[in-house]
């Protein structure tokens, strides 16, 4: 790489000269692309990317189908599916989650891309709401193929729930990517690497796995949309909580 | 004439070193409070003890097993006050940056991580005999138990990464993050049917129990708290002098 390039994101990324007499408001606006545009650049880069390699979605999905054969051999067959499904679902997306979210890091390591993310012009909060939202997209398209694949294997039905369960659904899933894109981060930049990953990311996802797994299994057995309700708006509690916090603490992950 | 540079400070040092600034000043005056909190801690607990074993009642329906409820709620109450240190001051080093922040930081997780173990120790020894049972699925004993995982996790983050300054931050970030896993723990009791004894204390009805009770456990809640802030400040003595001496390592001979 010659001089000129490793030089070339640095002057952009380097703060306008404030000119005499021209008062400078805020860093942000310094930046130039509104907030929005620039968590669409990142997300789409990332998607981007996945679109052409593929390679988190295909690995997370035989993941998640095979994940759902082992469970068809390692579950007592006089135990009814049923009772036990809204577990088994949540486990299988949470494993295939974390094994998908490794990755969300990784790529940008391995080249050392990621100096190039930040010293591109986009707040540290844009570039974690970026990364949320295409981790988002991947894991929903991937929970899109989990829950059918159970439904076929173990005989449940969703009817009449869809609605409910999709809003189930959405919610936990960006409460565990708002938690799972910062602890991305956080986890690619040690020596253990994705290792790490789920020893921190599972006890504290623990609420959202507690109110997904709950909802979830009542739409399951037929209880009215009513019962889920209370779970629905703690997981959306928990959700803007986490969402806030760890949008506030992104910067002190990715930061040299 | 020779021209010769003044002797410089170990600080300064550092400091020209591009090392992080670290403050040597004394640190005598933290062992004093450690040793004066430390000598009240040892007292009350002693107090707490006599109290335990001599002064309390029986309880009517638990029977003895009960008195194992002094050493349990003020290591749980011990463990979660160090976890909100934990937060705060994570929370204040990734704002100021301060290693004192994080040496206090560390301090408090490492306690907190000891009481938590305490109160795991502690809770299957009690519910053996009251329950029937070691260990069950329960909502609390099992956000305790990931509480405990959590903290776990903080002292990997912070040894993993590949240089120590990352793993102050990253296990600030662990730090508040997992601080709100607290507040779920305890209103999990209101929440869920528990099988966990209902609060007798903290409750919105105000307290419910003999008075001798309450007294035992008011002087065991003194007695853990003094023991807490004495031991966070001798360990957190001896983490500042840690950092010192990588300070001193890492700055040119």
């Not at chain 1, 929005?36 to 789409?44: E, G, K, N, S």
């Not at chain 1, 035989?62 to 006089?78: G, R």
């Not at chain 2, 983050?157 to 997992?178: D, M, Q, S, T, Y």
């Amino acid at each position: 790489m010659s001089a000129v390039e490793t030089d070339e994101p640095r002057v952009a990324a380097a703060p306008a000269e404030p000119v005499p007499g021209v008062a400078v408001a805020d860093d942000e606006e310094e930046v130039g692309a509104p907030f929005l545009a620039q968590i669409w650049a990142v997300a789409r880069k990332d998607l981007l990317l996945e679109a052409r390699s593929r390679e988190r979605l295909l690995s997370m999905g035989t993941f998640a189908v095979l994940v759902a054969v082992v469970f068809a051999f390692a579950v007592d067959p006089s135990i009814r599916a049923r009772s036990i499904a809204g577990a088994m679902i949540w486990v299988t997306v949470l494993f295939a989650g974390t094994l998908g979210l490794g990755r969300s890091f990784a790529l940008e390591r391995e080249a050392e891309a990621i100096t190039g993310v930040l010293l591109a012009p986009v707040d540290r909060g844009a570039l974690f709401l970026g990364k949320w939202l295409a981790n988002m997209v991947i894991v929903l398209a991937v929970e899109a193929l989990i829950f059918p694949v159970f439904a076929l294997f173990f005989t449940l039905s969703f009817q009449g729930s869809l609605p409910a369960l999709a809003a189930v659904i959405v919610l936990a899933t960006v409460g565990f990517m708002a938690l799972g894109t910062l602890f991305g981060a956080v986890a690619a930049n040690t020596r253990l690497g994705e290792t790490l990953l789920p020893i921190l990311l599972l006890p504290l996802l623990s609420p959202v796995v507690i109110f997904a797994c709950a909802a979830t299994q009542r739409l399951l057995v037929g209880r009215p949309v009513s019962d889920v309700v209370s779970q629905l708006k703690m997981l959306g509690a928990f959700d803007l909580v986490f969402l806030f916090v760890c949008a506030a603490l992104f910067g002190a992950a990715v930061e040299e | 004439m020779e021209t010769t540079t003044p002797p410089r400070s170990p600080a300064q040092e550092t400091r020209a070193a591009g090392g992080p600034a670290i403050d040597f000043g004394s640190l005598a005056g933290t062992r004093r409070a450690a040793l004066v909190l430390g000598v009240i801690a040892a007292g009350l607990l002693l107090w707490a003890l006599w109290m335990v074993f001599f002064y309390v009642p029986t309880e009517a329906e638990m029977g003895v097993v009960q008195r194992i409820f002094y050493v349990h709620v003020p290591s749980a109450w011990t463990a979660f006050m160090a976890f909100g240190i934990v937060a705060l001051c994570g929370a204040g080093y990734l704002w100021l940056r301060d290693p004192k922040l994080d040496a206090i930081a560390v301090s408090a997780a490492e306690l907190g991580l000891v009481f938590t173990t305490l109160v795991l120790i502690t809770g299957p020894l009690w519910a053996r005999l009251a329950w029937g049972a070691w260990w069950v699925w329960e909502p609390r004993l099992t956000l305790t138990l990931l509480l405990w995982f959590i903290y776990v996790g903080y002292f990997m983050v912070r040894g993993a990464a590949e240089n120590p300054e990352r793993g102050k931050r990253f296990a600030a970030i662990l730090g508040v993050v997992g601080a709100i896993d607290i507040p779920l723990i305890h209103l999990s009791v209101q929440w869920w049917r528990s099988q966990h004894p209902k609060p007798v204390v903290m409750r919105p009805e105000g307290a419910q129990a003999d008075p001798a009770i309450l007294q035992t456990l008011f002087v065991s809640l003194f007695a853990f708290t003094f023991l807490f802030f004495s031991l966070l400040m001798l360990r957190y003595g001896m983490e500042r002098l840690q950092q010192r001496v990588h300070a001193l390592r890492a700055a040119p001979r």
